[in-house]
């Protein structure tokens, strides 16, 4: 017998941000890879299958996959490079990620059959981040060619250097 599709599953690409600068401030994370992290647009492929979460993010400059179980506790490597232990419930049809260790953070994903909003919540500061399910046949796992992923690389280095000579 085949299994429904989860609500949740299926790739998600990222349209639009809110405050998300600030919350990746108040997490820690340095200016370039704040900035780098405006630069690009990534996909989020969920798949759930038994209280199994798959959470795969991709943009032309990386990847993290993470592997949820509802009710447990798990460790993984952040987009940033930071690495958590985080908690993981599933609360009236939304994942609830608690982090665990300093700086704490509080990540909820909601979901309808278009829509994906990610809310970022730490110290006192809340960032929305808001997805759009993909058609499948428009999937490409959010993965850019090479001449994109030189010319993003490029663009965020110019943007050093202009910063650099125009702070001094």
Not at 64 to 73: A, F, K
Not at 79 to 88: A, F, I, N, Q
Not at 144 to 149: D, L, P
Request: proline share 3%; with cysteine.
């Amino acid at each position: 017998m085949e299994e429904t599709p989860h609500f949740a599953s299926g790739t998600w690409k990222l349209t639009r941000s809110e405050n998300f600068g600030s919350y990746c401030r108040c997490m820690g994370v340095c200016w370039l890879k704040r900035k780098l992290g405006f630069l690009i647009c990534p996909c989020q492929t969920i798949r759930v299958t038994r209280g199994r979460w798959s959470i795969c993010t991709s943009s032309p400059v990386g990847q993290t996959d993470v592997q949820l179980i509802e009710g447990q506790e798990c460790t993984w490597l952040t987009y940033d490079g930071r690495m958590v232990r985080t908690s993981v419930n599933l609360e009236n049809d939304q994942l609830v990620l608690h982090q665990l260790d300093p700086p704490f953070s509080k990540i909820t994903r909601t979901f309808d059959e278009q829509t994906m909003v990610m809310t970022l919540e730490a110290n006192g500061v809340k960032a929305k981040r808001i997805y759009q399910k993909l058609d499948t046949t428009d999937v490409t796992d959010g993965k850019a060619s090479g001449w994109s992923r030189i010319l993003l690389f490029a663009s965020v280095c110019l943007s050093a250097v202009s910063l650099a000579l125009y702070s001094q």
